[in-house]
C-alpha cells in the first residue's frame, strides 16, 4: 500500500516537474532569449563589441526622419484620437442624440476590421482610385489624385482607425458614473458642459491617460497605415526596420531602431502601470443612481454636436459599406469606382473559392491562426495552473515572463527571432527556424501569451478554491479535478479567448511581413501586395472579397465571444 | 410654502401618481413615507425638476415654479448616495455652486468656512479627499453643500438607507437636529416608518401612487383611516370584524364587517380597568433585548402578540395566561 502512494506520489511529481521544466525553457527559448540576443546582437560588430551603431544610429538621416516622424505622428495621434474619441463615446454614451444606437454600432466598425484591411479600406476611398477622390476630381479637373498620403492621410486613418479603447473602455467608465452626481450639479447651476468638464471628465481622466499611453505607443509602432499611406515623405520607425533589415549591411541599424522602440514602450508601459494603480478614482457612493443620458438644451449646439456625430458615421462606416458592396461587383465596376445593379455579380466570391492559389493564403492564415490560438491557451493554462498550486518564485517568475512580450512591439519580437533563430541554437535542438512555418506560429503565440494570460489568470481567481478542496476531499487528483471541475468553469473563457485570438492573427501583416514562409504566404502579406497603386479591378475584387470575409468573421466572433461565451459566464 | 395641485406623474402608461393635493408649511419637516414603488421619489423628484408632472402645478412661495428649471427652484437636494463628486475634497464639493454662480474667491471662502462650521465640519476636515470620509461625514458634505446656497426647501431622497443601524440612529438625531437649526422648510423621503415618525411634523403615507393618509405621526400611527396604513405603520393584530365580535363576546362593535386592528402595545397581560378577559397559552417568544413579544392562542381560537417592555415579567411557552384588552383600543376600518 505504502509502496502504491510512493509511485503515484512520484508519478504527480514528475508531472509537475515536466511541466515546470517545459515552461522554463519556453520562457527562456522564446520570451527571454531572442529579446535579449537583440541587445548584444544591435553592440556586435565584426571587431567585436562596439557602440559605433549608436552614432551611426545618429548620423542616418532615414532613421533619424524615422524616428522624428514616429515621435511626432504618436503625438499628434494621442492628440487627435482623444477629441475624436471622447466625442464619439459622449455622443454614443453620455448625450440624448438621435440614433446614438445606430451611430454607436458605426463608430464599433474599427471592433471587426483593423490593421491592414482597414487601411487599404481607406486608401480605397480616399486613395488615387478611390471613390472621394474621383467625384473630387471630376468637379475640379486640376485637383491632385495624390493628394491622400502623408502624415496627414496617416494621422486621418490611424485617428479613426484606433478610437476602438475609447468606445471599449471610456464608455464603460462614463456609465459607471453616479447620476446623482450629475444632478446634484446640475441643482447647484451648472450647465452641460460645465458638468462634463468638472464632473464627468475628472471622474474618467485616469481612464483617458491610460488610453492616451496606448494611443501614443499605437503611434509610435504604427505600420500598415505609414506603409501603405505614408508615402517617401512619412516614413515612420516600424515599416523602416522592415525594409532595413533587407538591406545587407543595414541589419544592424533595424536591430537599433527597434530597441529604441522597445525601450520607448517600456518606459511608457511603466508609466502607464503606475497611473493605472494610482489615479483611479472609484464611487464612493454606496448606491448608484443609473446612469441616464444627458439633453444638450442649447439649440444650435445641439444641431452642431448632431452634424459632426454624423459626419463622423459616415467616415466610419463608408470603408466597410463600400468594401462589401465592391465585393460584389465586377472589375470594370471597380476600375471605375461606380456602385450599379447592373455591375452587380457573385463571381468574385466563386473566382476565391474556386481558384485553389487565391483561396491558399486564407488557409495558411487560418492554419497558423488556429496553431497559435489553441497552443498559446494551453501553454498559458500550464504556467496559470501551475502558479494556483504552488505560490512560489519559479511559479511568479514564469507569470511575469509571461508578460514581457506585452512591453515590446511585436516588429521588435519579429526581429529578435530572425536575428536568433537564423542559425543552429542548441536550445532548440540545433534547429534553424528561419524559412520554417513554425517561427511565425511561435511568434504569434509569443504575442498572444500577455493578454490570453491576463485574461485566464482573472478567470481562473473567480473559480472558488473551495471546489478543488472539495474534490481533493472526496480522493479526486490534481489532473482528474483540473479536468472535471475546473475546466468546464473556465471553459467559456478559453472558448472566448481561442476564438478572439485566432480572429486577431487571421489578417495579420506586421509579424508576417517579417517571419512568414516564402511557399505559405498568409492572407495579410496577399492583401498588402494587391493593395499597391498597380492593383488592378480584378486584384482588388479579391481584396474585398477577402476584407468582408475577414469583416464577418470578425463580426461572428464578436457576437459568439460577448453574446454567448462570455455572457453565459456572468449569469 | 409648497403647494402640489392636482400633481399627476406617468412614464408612459404607467400612473406613478395620482392627482394629488398637498400643502407643506414653511419650516415643516415633510415626510413622503411609503413601500419602494408607491411614487414618493417621483414625487419628490417633481418638486425638485427633474421630473415634469404630467398635470397639476407646483407653487412654492405663490410663485409657479412647474416649469422651472432644477436650478432655478431654490431647491437644495441631498441624494441617496449623497453623491459626493469623488474627484474634489470637501472643501471643493461645498464650494461647487458657489463657483457656478461666479461668486469671488474670498466670499466663497468665507461662506463656506460658514456653512461648514454649523454642520461640525473642520477645517481639516475641508482640505480632506472625498473618500476619507466616513458614511456620518459624507452626509454633513451633502447637506452642507446644499445648504450653503441658501435654498429655500431642503429635500432628502433616503439619506439614511445604506447606512447600518447605529448609524443611522445617531444621523437621524443629527439630521433633525440640523433642521431645526436651519428651520429650513425640510421633503424627507422615507420607507422606514420608525425614521418617519421621529422625525417628521407632517408624515404623507403613499400607496400605488395614492395618498393614503396626510397627518402628524400621532396621527397616522393611532388613527389610521386605511388599511394599509394600519398594516404599513406600526405592528398591528389583525381581525377580519365580524369573527372577532364572536370572539369577544362584545355586541357593541361599531360596524359589523370590514377589518379591525389592535396595536401590539394593547395587549395587556396585566390587569386593567374595564377591559374584556381572554385567557390563552404562550405559544411563541421574541427576545429583542430591550422588550420581547409574545404570542399567545386564546380559548376561544384567537391568535393575539403583544410586545411586553417589562423584563421582568418574562414567560415562557406553554404559560397560561389572562390577557386584558380594551374595547377602545380596537381600530374598525
Same mark, same amino acid.
Given at each position: 500500500?505504502?509502496?502504491?502512494?510512493?509511485?503515484?506520489?512520484?508519478?504527480?511529481?514528475?508531472?509537475?516537474?515536466?511541466?515546470?521544466?517545459?515552461?522554463?525553457?519556453?520562457?527562456?527559448?522564446?520570451?527571454?532569449?531572442?529579446?535579449?540576443?537583440?541587445?548584444?546582437?544591435?553592440?556586435?560588430?565584426?571587431? +567585436?563589441?562596439?557602440?559605433?551603431?549608436?552614432?551611426?544610429?545618429?548620423?542616418?538621416?532615414i532613421a533619424m526622419d524615422g524616428l522624428k516622424n514616429s515621435f511626432?505622428?504618436?503625438?499628434?495621434?494621442?492628440?487627435?484620437?482623444?477629441?475624436?474619441?471622447?466625442?464619439?463615446?459622449?455622443?454614443?454614451?453620455?448625450?440624448?442624440?438621435?440614433?446614438?444606437?445606430? #451611430?454607436?454600432? +458605426?463608430?464599433?466598425?474599427?471592433?471587426?476590421?483593423? +490593421?491592414?484591411?482597414?487601411?487599404?479600406?481607406?486608401?480605397?476611398?480616399?486613395?488615387?482610385?478611390?471613390?472621394?477622390?474621383?467625384?473630387?476630381?471630376?468637379?475640379?479637373?486640376?485637383?491632385?489624385?495624390?493628394?491622400?498620403?502623408?502624415?496627414?492621410?496617416?494621422?486621418?486613418?490611424?485617428?479613426?482607425?484606433?478610437?476602438?479603447?475609447?468606445?471599449?473602455?471610456?464608455?464603460?467608465?462614463?456609465?459607471?458614473?453616479?447620476?446623482?452626481?450629475?444632478?446634484?450639479?446640475?441643482?447647484?447651476?451648472?450647465?452641460?458642459?460645465?458638468?462634463?468638464?468638472?464632473?464627468?471628465?475628472?471622474?474618467?481622466?485616469?481612464?483617458?491617460?491610460?488610453?492616451?499611453?496606448?494611443?501614443?505607443?499605437?503611434? =509610435?509602432?504604427?505600420?500598415?497605415?505609414?506603409?501603405?499611406?505614408?508615402?517617401?515623405?512619412?516614413?515612420?520607425?516600424?515599416?523602416?526596420?522592415?525594409?532595413?533589415?533587407?538591406?545587407? +549591411?543595414?541589419?544592424?541599424?533595424?536591430?537599433?531602431?527597434?530597441?529604441?522602440?522597445?525601450?520607448?514602450?517600456?518606459?511608457?508601459?511603466?508609466?502607464?502601470?503606475?497611473?493605472?494603480?494610482?489615479?483611479?478614482?472609484?464611487?464612493?457612493?454606496?448606491?448608484?443612481?443609473?446612469?441616464?443620458?444627458?439633453?444638450?438644451?442649447?439649440?444650435?449646439?445641439?444641431?452642431?454636436?448632431?452634424?459632426?456625430?454624423?459626419? =463622423?458615421?459616415?467616415?466610419?462606416?463608408?470603408?466597410?459599406?463600400?468594401?462589401?458592396?465592391?465585393?460584389?461587383?465586377?472589375?470594370?465596376?471597380?476600375?471605375?469606382?461606380?456602385?450599379?445593379?447592373?455591375?452587380?455579380?457573385?463571381?468574385?466570391?466563386?473566382?476565391?473559392?474556386?481558384?485553389?492559389?487565391?483561396?491558399?493564403?486564407?488557409?495558411?492564415?487560418?492554419?497558423?491562426?488556429?496553431?497559435?490560438?489553441?497552443?498559446?491557451?494551453?501553454?498559458?493554462?500550464?504556467?496559470?495552473?501551475?502558479?494556483?498550486?504552488?505560490?512560489?518564485?519559479?511559479?511568479?517568475?514564469?507569470?511575469?515572463?509571461?508578460?514581457?512580450?506585452?512591453?515590446?512591439?511585436?516588429?521588435?519580437?519579429?526581429?529578435?527571432?530572425?536575428?536568433?533563430? !537564423?542559425?543552429?541554437?542548441?536550445?532548440?535542438?540545433?534547429?534553424?527556424?528561419?524559412?520554417?512555418?513554425?517561427? #511565425?506560429?511561435?511568434?504569434?503565440?509569443?504575442?498572444?501569451?500577455?493578454?490570453?494570460?491576463?485574461?485566464?489568470?482573472?478567470?481562473?481567481?473567480?473559480?472558488?478554491? !473551495?471546489?478543488?478542496?472539495?474534490?481533493?476531499?472526496?480522493?479526486?487528483?490534481?489532473?482528474?479535478?483540473?479536468?472535471?471541475?475546473?475546466?468546464?468553469?473556465?471553459?467559456?473563457?478559453?472558448?472566448?479567448?481561442?476564438?478572439?485570438?485566432?480572429?486577431?492573427?487571421?489578417?495579420?501583416?506586421?509579424?508576417?511581413?517579417?517571419?512568414?514562409?516564402?511557399?505559405k504566404e498568409p492572407l495579410g502579406l496577399l492583401i498588402r501586395r494587391?493593395?499597391?497603386?498597380?492593383?488592378?479591378?480584378?486584384?482588388?475584387?479579391?481584396?474585398?472579397?477577402?476584407?468582408?470575409?475577414?469583416?464577418?468573421?470578425?463580426?461572428?466572433?464578436?457576437?459568439?465571444?460577448?453574446?454567448? #461565451?462570455?455572457?453565459?459566464?456572468?449569469? | 410654502?409648497?403647494?402640489?395641485?392636482?400633481?399627476?406623474?406617468?412614464?408612459?402608461?404607467?400612473? &406613478?401618481?395620482?392627482?394629488?393635493?398637498?400643502? *407643506?408649511?414653511?419650516?415643516?419637516?415633510?415626510?413622503?413615507?411609503?413601500?419602494?414603488?408607491?411614487?414618493?421619489?417621483?414625487?419628490?423628484?417633481?418638486?425638485?425638476?427633474?421630473?415634469?408632472?404630467?398635470?397639476?402645478?407646483?407653487?412654492?412661495?405663490?410663485?409657479?415654479?412647474?416649469?422651472?428649471?432644477?436650478?432655478?427652484?431654490?431647491?437644495?437636494?441631498?441624494?441617496?448616495?449623497?453623491? *459626493?463628486?469623488?474627484?474634489?475634497?470637501?472643501?471643493?464639493?461645498?464650494?461647487?455652486?458657489?463657483?457656478?454662480?461666479?461668486?469671488?474667491?474670498?466670499?466663497?471662502?468665507?461662506?463656506?468656512?460658514?456653512?461648514?462650521?454649523?454642520?461640525?465640519?473642520?477645517?481639516?476636515?475641508?482640505?480632506?479627499?472625498?473618500?476619507?470620509?466616513?458614511?456620518?461625514?459624507?452626509?454633513?458634505?451633502?447637506? &452642507?453643500?446644499?445648504?450653503?446656497?441658501?435654498?429655500? *426647501?431642503?429635500?432628502?431622497?433616503?439619506?439614511?438607507?445604506?447606512?447600518?443601524?447605529?448609524? %443611522?440612529?445617531?444621523?437621524?438625531?443629527?439630521?433633525? %437636529?440640523?433642521?431645526?437649526?436651519?428651520?429650513?422648510?425640510?421633503?424627507?423621503?422615507?420607507?422606514?416608518?420608525?425614521?418617519?415618525?421621529?422625525?417628521?411634523?407632517?408624515?404623507?403615507?403613499?400607496?400605488?401612487?395614492?395618498?393614503?393618509?396626510?397627518?402628524?405621526?400621532?396621527?397616522?400611527?393611532?388613527?389610521?383611516?386605511?388599511?394599509?396604513? &394600519?398594516?404599513?405603520?406600526?405592528?398591528? $393584530?389583525?381581525?377580519?370584524?365580524?369573527?372577532?365580535?364572536?370572539?369577544?363576546?362584545?355586541?357593541?362593535?361599531?360596524?359589523?364587517?370590514?377589518?379591525?386592528?389592535?396595536?401590539?402595545?394593547?395587549?395587556?397581560?396585566?390587569?386593567?380597568?374595564? &377591559? *374584556?378577559?381572554?385567557?390563552?397559552?404562550?405559544?411563541?417568544?421574541?427576545?429583542?433585548?430591550?422588550?420581547?413579544?409574545?404570542?399567545?392562542?386564546?380559548?376561544?381560537?384567537?391568535?393575539?402578540?403583544?410586545?411586553?417592555?417589562?423584563?421582568? $415579567?418574562?414567560?415562557?411557552?406553554?404559560?397560561?395566561?389572562?390577557?386584558?384588552?380594551?374595547?377602545?383600543?380596537?381600530?374598525?376600518?
Open positions: 500500500m505504502k509502496q502504491l502512494i510512493n509511485v503515484k506520489q512520484w508519478k504527480k511529481n514528475s508531472m509537475r516537474l515536466l511541466i515546470g521544466a517545459f515552461l522554463l525553457w519556453f520562457v527562456i527559448a522564446f520570451l527571454i532569449y531572442p529579446n535579449f540576443n537583440i541587445i548584444l546582437a544591435s553592440f556586435r560588430t565584426e571587431s +567585436g563589441f562596439s557602440f559605433t551603431i549608436v552614432r551611426k544610429l545618429f548620423e542616418s538621416p511626432i505622428l504618436a503625438i499628434s495621434l494621442a492628440i487627435t484620437t482623444n477629441i475624436v474619441g471622447i466625442f464619439i463615446v459622449l455622443v454614443s454614451e453620455y448625450f440624448e442624440i438621435k440614433g446614438a444606437k445606430l #451611430l454607436k454600432i +458605426g463608430y464599433m466598425t474599427t471592433f471587426i476590421y483593423g +490593421g491592414i484591411i482597414l487601411v487599404s479600406g481607406y486608401s480605397m476611398i480616399y486613395g488615387e482610385n478611390g471613390i472621394v477622390t474621383k467625384t473630387l476630381a471630376s468637379f475640379f479637373p486640376n485637383f491632385n489624385v495624390q493628394w491622400f498620403g502623408g502624415f496627414w492621410a496617416v494621422l486621418f486613418v490611424m485617428t479613426v482607425s484606433t478610437t476602438t479603447s475609447h468606445m471599449m473602455f471610456l464608455g464603460n467608465a462614463i456609465k459607471s458614473i453616479d447620476n446623482y452626481t450629475i444632478e446634484a450639479a446640475k441643482n447647484m447651476g451648472a450647465s452641460s458642459f460645465y458638468i462634463i468638464r468638472r464632473i464627468v471628465l475628472p471622474v474618467v481622466l485616469p481612464t483617458i491617460f491610460a488610453i492616451t499611453i496606448l494611443q501614443f505607443l499605437g503611434g =509610435l509602432s504604427a505600420f500598415a497605415a505609414p506603409l501603405i499611406i505614408g508615402g517617401k515623405d512619412f516614413q515612420t520607425i516600424a515599416p523602416l526596420i522592415l525594409e532595413l533589415n533587407k538591406i545587407p +549591411g543595414s541589419q544592424g541599424l533595424a536591430l537599433m531602431l527597434s530597441l529604441v522602440l522597445g525601450l520607448t514602450t517600456i518606459l511608457l508601459l511603466i508609466l502607464f502601470t503606475k497611473l493605472e494603480k494610482g489615479g483611479t478614482f472609484f464611487s464612493i457612493s454606496k448606491t448608484k443612481a443609473v446612469y441616464v443620458k444627458q439633453k444638450i438644451n442649447h439649440k444650435s449646439l445641439h444641431i452642431f454636436v448632431h452634424a459632426i456625430a454624423y459626419l =463622423l458615421f459616415i467616415i466610419y462606416v463608408m470603408p466597410v459599406v463600400l468594401i462589401i458592396a465592391f465585393s460584389f461587383t465586377n472589375s470594370a465596376a471597380i476600375h471605375e469606382v461606380k456602385l450599379s445593379f447592373s455591375a452587380f455579380t457573385l463571381d468574385n466570391y466563386l473566382t476565391v473559392f474556386h481558384d485553389i492559389e487565391k483561396i491558399t493564403p486564407f488557409f495558411n492564415s487560418a492554419n497558423f491562426s488556429i496553431q497559435a490560438a489553441i497552443a498559446v491557451t494551453i501553454i498559458v493554462l500550464l504556467g496559470v495552473g501551475i502558479r494556483r498550486k504552488h505560490d512560489n518564485l519559479f511559479t511568479q517568475f514564469i507569470e511575469y515572463a509571461f508578460l514581457i512580450p506585452w512591453m515590446l512591439p511585436s516588429t521588435l519580437i519579429a526581429i529578435g527571432f530572425l536575428t536568433t533563430y !537564423d542559425e543552429p541554437k542548441l536550445i532548440i535542438g540545433n534547429k534553424v527556424l528561419i524559412g520554417t512555418t513554425e517561427i #511565425l506560429v511561435l511568434a504569434y503565440i509569443i504575442i498572444l501569451i500577455p493578454i490570453t494570460s491576463r485574461l485566464l489568470r482573472a478567470s481562473y481567481q473567480s473559480v472558488d478554491q !473551495d471546489y478543488e478542496r472539495a474534490a481533493k476531499s472526496l480522493g479526486a487528483s490534481s489532473f482528474y479535478t483540473f479536468r472535471r471541475i475546473v475546466l468546464p468553469m473556465l471553459l467559456p473563457t478559453v472558448l472566448a479567448l481561442i476564438v478572439l485570438n485566432f480572429n486577431s492573427l487571421l489578417s495579420d501583416y506586421n509579424i508576417a511581413a517579417f517571419l512568414s514562409h516564402p511557399l494587391y493593395t499597391s497603386v498597380e492593383a488592378t479591378g480584378d486584384t482588388q475584387a479579391l481584396i474585398y472579397v477577402f476584407s468582408t470575409i475577414l469583416m464577418a468573421i470578425a463580426a461572428i466572433t464578436v457576437s459568439i465571444v460577448y453574446g454567448w #461565451l462570455l455572457k453565459e459566464k456572468k449569469k | 410654502m409648497i403647494e402640489l395641485q392636482g400633481i399627476e406623474i406617468t412614464y408612459d402608461d404607467f400612473i &406613478a401618481m395620482n392627482e394629488l393635493n398637498i400643502t *407643506i408649511n414653511e419650516g415643516e419637516f415633510f415626510t413622503l413615507l411609503g413601500p419602494s414603488g408607491c411614487g414618493k421619489t417621483s414625487l419628490l423628484r417633481t418638486i425638485t425638476g427633474f421630473v415634469s408632472p404630467s398635470k397639476g402645478r407646483i407653487i412654492i412661495d405663490g410663485k409657479d415654479v412647474t416649469d422651472e428649471s432644477v436650478e432655478k427652484r431654490g431647491v437644495g437636494i441631498v441624494f441617496q448616495s449623497y453623491a *459626493i463628486f469623488p474627484t474634489m475634497n470637501v472643501f471643493e464639493n461645498i464650494a461647487f455652486g458657489l463657483r457656478v454662480k461666479r461668486l469671488s474667491k474670498k466670499a466663497i471662502k468665507e461662506k463656506v468656512l460658514e456653512i461648514a462650521q454649523m454642520v461640525d465640519l473642520s477645517e481639516e476636515h475641508l482640505q480632506r479627499n472625498a473618500s476619507e470620509l466616513s458614511g456620518g461625514q459624507q452626509q454633513r458634505v451633502a447637506i &452642507a453643500r446644499a445648504l450653503v446656497l441658501q435654498p429655500k *426647501i431642503l429635500c432628502l431622497d433616503e439619506p439614511l438607507s445604506n447606512l447600518d443601524a447605529k448609524l %443611522r440612529n445617531q444621523l437621524r438625531v443629527e439630521l433633525k %437636529r440640523l433642521q431645526k437649526q436651519f428651520g429650513i422648510t425640510t421633503v424627507y423621503v422615507t420607507h422606514d416608518q420608525e425614521e418617519a415618525l421621529t422625525m417628521s411634523d407632517k408624515i404623507a403615507v403613499f400607496n400605488n401612487g395614492k395618498l393614503e393618509q396626510l397627518g402628524t405621526p400621532n396621527d397616522v400611527f393611532n388613527n389610521p383611516t386605511s388599511d394599509f396604513v &394600519a398594516t404599513f405603520i406600526g405592528d398591528s $393584530n389583525v381581525f377580519e370584524t365580524k369573527e372577532l365580535a364572536t370572539f369577544l363576546n362584545a355586541k357593541n362593535l361599531s360596524r359589523p364587517s370590514g377589518k379591525s386592528y389592535l396595536r401590539l402595545n394593547h395587549v395587556h397581560t396585566k390587569p386593567i380597568k374595564e &377591559a *374584556i378577559e381572554l385567557e390563552g397559552v404562550v405559544t411563541n417568544v421574541e427576545y429583542f433585548g430591550l422588550y420581547s413579544k409574545y404570542t399567545f392562542k386564546t380559548v376561544s381560537g384567537l391568535t393575539l402578540r403583544n410586545v411586553e417592555v417589562d423584563l421582568s $415579567n418574562q414567560m415562557n411557552i406553554g404559560d397560561n395566561v389572562t390577557l386584558y384588552l380594551k374595547q377602545r383600543d380596537f381600530i374598525h376600518l
